[in-house]
């Protein structure tokens, strides 16, 4: 298993700011994923984030608005920036462990972020 | 394309009851892993099961048992004598098979209400 710690768990913005959000994880790891899940919604994928290259987005999503880190094999941090209240939604790291397409995806805590 | 449906948005049920909640997914690949994650209200997914598609053997596990049917493409879950605790919402995911930057692609939820 993995364990992932996410900070912060949950915090109220103003609008205009920007929140990093830190991902940690108990052991070294070569896929890191984020996904954000809107009030009531499911959980859709930001980005997917391997260490010594960029991230690469999915649809909807870009690099100014979510710009991601990840500096080493058991950390990353993902950015909201310039927030809305659009923006107010849970948003979770997520963590591959074991081979290919059928590996386990372990999910941290998430971040429950509100933009006033 | 990737598809999962839940169609049942919410469920309640009285406590030691039987519950099934219904997946069903569309890929136009051969080869696939479905999941099942519980999210609790704390927020955290908790990993369920995996099942590869060449495996549809139906798994139990304690009260949980899942039914993988692949000619009618379902992977449904049943609770047995539900409980208090069992209340969460929970998701069914598919993932393709390819290695790699390869994300989950989750259903919408259903959130179960297990009422004592």
């Known amino acids: 298993s993995a364990v992932i710690s996410q900070k912060p768990s949950r915090d109220i913005c103003q609008r205009g700011t920007s929140l990093t959000i830190q991902c940690q994880v108990d052991?070294?790891?070569?896929?890191m994923f984020w996904y954000r899940q809107q009030p009531g919604q499911s959980l859709t994928l930001i980005a997917t984030?391997?260490?010594?290259?960029?991230?690469?987005?999915e649809s909807g999503f870009v690099i100014d608005k979510f710009p991601i880190s990840r500096p080493n094999l058991t950390f990353s941090t993902l950015t909201v920036s310039n927030m809305s209240p659009e923006d107010s939604s849970i948003y979770l790291c997520?963590?591959?462990?074991?081979?290919?397409?059928?590996?386990?995806?372990?999910f941290g805590e998430g971040s429950r972020l509100t933009v006033l | 394309a990737q598809k999962v449906t839940q169609a049942q948005t919410e469920i309640s049920v009285v406590e030691k009851e039987d519950v099934t909640l219904d997946c069903v997914y569309e890929t136009r690949d051969t080869t696939y892993y479905l999941f099942w994650y519980k999210q609790p209200p704390s927020g955290e997914l908790v990993f369920l099961i995996r099942r590869n598609s060449f495996d549809e053997q139906n798994e139990i596990s304690g009260r949980y048992s899942w039914n993988f049917q692949k000619s009618t493409s379902s992977f449904n879950f049943t609770i047995t004598a539900s409980q208090v605790v069992d209340s969460a919402v929970y998701f069914c995911a598919l993932r393709p098979p390819h290695s790699g930057n390869t994300p989950l692609v989750f259903g919408k939820g259903t959130r179960l209400s297990v009422i004592a």
């Open positions: 052991s070294q790891v070569t896929m």
């Open positions: 997520s963590v591959e462990k074991g081979r290919g397409a059928g590996g386990e995806l372990f």
């Open positions: 984030a391997n260490q010594g290259s960029e991230a690469t987005y």
